[in-house]
C-alpha cells in the first residue's frame, strides 16, 4: 500500500495569515500517461463528513474558496490556505488514488486558531 | 439534491455482524461505484471497498477481506455494507461515498456510528 505522510500534525495559524499542510506518498503519485498526480485534499468538520476541496493535486472541487490551493507533484504536495479564515477550523486529510482501488490517506492535520 | 442516507448508530458484541444501508437520491445509482470507508480514532480513514451497482461487482481492501461484502440493490437505490466477526478495535464511524471522478469522494453519507462492546 502507499502511506501517505502528513506533516505537521497540528498547528495555530492567525486570523488571516497563511497555513501550509505537506503530504508525502511512499511513491510516487504522478502517472505520466495522463499527466496528472492522483492526489485529493479534504476537510473535515468535527460531526461531519470529510469535503473534497482539491483533486488532481491542483484543482478545486465545486464551490470550494480560492484561498484554498494545492500543489507540489510526484511524492510531495502541500495545501495551502492563503488567508485563515474561522470558518477553516478542522482538520484537513490528503488522499493517494493512484493505486484504485487500494486508496490510502493521510493521518490528518488539524488547523487552529492562534 | 444528491443525497445518500445512511441507517442509524448500531451496537453490537463481539463476534457478531452489522450491516449498514446507504440509500442514494439525486443521481442515477448505478452510474457511480459505492465506495467505503471507515474512520477511527486510532487509524484514521480506512478504505474498505467498493460495489459497482451495475453489476454488482465489488472490490475489497485486503485488511478486511473475508469480513466485509458489499451489495447495491438497483429496486432502492440503496447500498450495504455488511461487516462480519465484529471485534472491539471495529467500532468506528462507517461513510459510503461516490464521487464524479473516480476514486475522489466528493458526496458522502453522514456517517454511521457503530460501536462494538462486551
Known amino acids: 500500500d502507499i502511506v501517505m505522510t502528513q506533516s505537521p500534525d497540528s498547528l495555530a495559524v492567525s486570523l488571516g495569515e497563511r497555513a501550509t499542510i505537506n503530504c508525502k506518498s511512499s511513491q510516487s503519485l504522478f502517472y505520466s500517461s495522463t499527466n496528472e498526480d492522483y492526489l485529493a485534499w479534504y476537510q473535515q468538520k468535527p460531526g461531519h463528513p470529510p469535503k473534497l476541496l482539491i483533486y488532481w493535486a491542483s484543482t478545486r472541487a465545486s464551490g470550494v474558496p480560492d484561498r484554498f490551493s494545492g500543489s507540489g507533484s510526484g511524492t510531495d504536495f502541500s495545501l495551502t490556505i492563503s488567508s485563515l479564515q474561522a470558518e477553516d477550523v478542522a482538520v484537513y486529510f490528503c488522499?493517494?488514488?493512484?493505486?484504485?482501488?487500494?486508496?490510502?490517506f493521510g493521518g490528518g492535520t488539524k488547523v487552529e486558531i492562534k | 439534491e444528491v443525497q445518500l442516507l445512511q441507517s442509524g448508530p448500531e451496537v453490537k458484541k463481539p463476534g457478531a455482524a452489522v450491516k449498514i444501508s446507504c440509500k442514494v437520491s439525486?443521481?442515477?445509482?448505478?452510474?457511480?461505484?459505492i465506495h467505503w470507508i471507515r474512520q477511527t480514532p486510532g487509524k484514521g480513514l480506512e478504505w474498505m471497498g467498493l460495489v459497482d451497482p451495475e453489476d454488482g461487482e465489488t472490490l475489497y481492501s485486503g485488511k478486511f477481506q473475508g469480513r466485509v461484502t458489499l451489495s447495491g440493490d438497483r429496486s432502492t437505490d440503496t447500498a450495504f455494507m455488511e461487516l462480519s466477526r465484529l471485534r472491539t478495535e471495529d467500532t468506528a464511524v462507517y461513510y459510503c461515498a461516490t464521487g464524479e471522478v473516480a476514486s475522489v469522494f466528493d458526496m458522502w453519507g453522514q456517517g454511521t456510528m457503530v460501536t462494538v462492546s462486551s
Open positions: 439525486g443521481f442515477t445509482f448505478a452510474d457511480y461505484h
Open positions: 488522499q493517494q488514488y493512484f493505486i484504485t482501488p487500494l486508496l490510502t
